[in-house]
Structure formats: C-alpha cells, structure tokens
C-alpha cells in the first residue's frame, strides 16, 4: 500500500516538472504562433464591446460597431458609417498598424459622428495587438485599449 502511495506521488511530481497540463485553456497572444494570430485576426469580424469612458453605439438598425481584417485591409462599419485602411501587421512582435482610416460621410447623430471621429482617431494610434479569450484588445500608447468581441464571419 505504502509502496503504491509513493507510486502515485512520483507520478504527480513528474507530472508537474514537465508541464502536462490536463485544463484546457484559451490561448493567448503570448501561446499563439506568429501564423496563428494573423490567421484568428481575419478569421472573425471584431465587435467593439468596451472602450473605457465611451458609451459604445449602434447604428440606426442596431447595428455594431464592427471591424474585419483581410489582405492588408480593415474595414467596417465604426458607429456612423462604414470605414476602412490599411494595416501592417507584425504578428511575431504581436504590433498592429492601422494606416489612415477613411470613412463614407452619411450624416448621423451628432454623438455617434463625434464616437466615430474618436474611433478612427484611435485606431490610428494603434500599436500592439492581444488576444484574451474571445477578446481582441487593440492598444495604443497612452489610450485606453479597444476591446473587441469575435463574431463568425458573414
């Protein structure tokens, strides 16, 4: 009996020294390979969830705010109309650059056209880029991270 105890406790020892994690986890950026983050990048379309301080809005039909990353370009509808740049990404240093965002000119109601004048403005100020879960947080130095939600593709 003695000898079958000592059994199972070297087997939890061994265990733990090489790292046999039997929990599911969620990866994160950290656990991602660079192939992989540019992949779950376009593989979604992003909903923005959270932005600290800002009332996030829906447009006129309840739509989201909601951004789609494929082939160098993001593009979507950012509170008001439906917007779009270019994007550098450096998925192995885990950086992300928006480059110019533009945007359709539909009037709206004022407080979604001065969100989405905000919006694009910190878009342009990303940098890094990580993934919590189903989260993807968009940072710039000095601001309050982007928090976006993943959606299926449409």
Not at 14 to 29: E, K, M, Q, V, Y
Not at 109 to 135: C, I, Y
Request: aromatic share 6%; net charge neutral; hydrophobic share 40%.
């Amino acid at each position: 009996m003695r000898r079958a105890v000592l059994l199972c406790a070297a087997s939890l020892v061994l265990g733990a020294c090489t790292g046999l994690n039997t929990g599911a986890t969620p990866p994160t950026s950290s656990t991602l390979p660079a192939a992989d983050v540019s992949q779950r990048l376009q593989a979604h379309r992003w909903e923005l969830v959270y932005w600290e301080g800002t009332a996030v809005p829906h447009g006129d039909n309840g739509e989201p705010v909601i951004l789609t990353f494929a082939e160098g370009r993001v593009s979507g509808h950012t509170g008001c109309n439906r917007s779009g740049a270019g994007y550098e990404l450096d998925a192995a240093a885990m950086q992300l650059r928006i480059l110019a965002p533009m945007s359709t000119r539909m009037a709206c109601e004022e407080g979604r056209m001065t969100f989405e004048a905000a919006l694009l403005k910190a878009l342009q100020g990303v940098r890094t880029l990580r993934f919590e879960g189903p989260h993807l947080y968009l940072e710039a130095p000095g601001q309050v991270p982007l928090k976006l939600h993943e959606r299926e593709l449409q």
